[in-house]
């Protein structure tokens, strides 16, 4: 039984596949694939899809969709993707709810903080606009 992809699949799939060959006829039947192995899977099932990777690489499909859930979640984990720009829209945010803390150097290094309840974010923004505009 022949173990090459048909010719169907995009040559990066095909050279894949070749690698993954070349390792499974070093190594016992059933033996875990390494790390780097499932890494190139999954970049790969990114890119050409689950179902076509794992059919050209002879994977399961169960398993690289698994393997590709956990990197997809490790991406998504707050402590290594933190948002660089945060948009606030008006209507989400009702005076009653709104509050916020802000600290302020008085200029000699003495911070000042200001603990602002129930403000809308219009008012808000006057708000700081004058502050830093009365220490100018």
Known sequence: MSRKPPAKFPATLSTARRQLDR????HRPHTRLPKESWEQAVALARKHGLNK???ALGLKYD???KHLEATSSEVSDPQKARPEFIELLPQELMPASLQCTITLDDGHGVPIQLHVKGIGVCDLVALTRRLRDDRA
């Open 23 to 26: 390792w499974r006829s070093r």
């Open 63 to 65: 398993s690289l969709k």
């Open 53 to 55: 990777t794992a059919s």
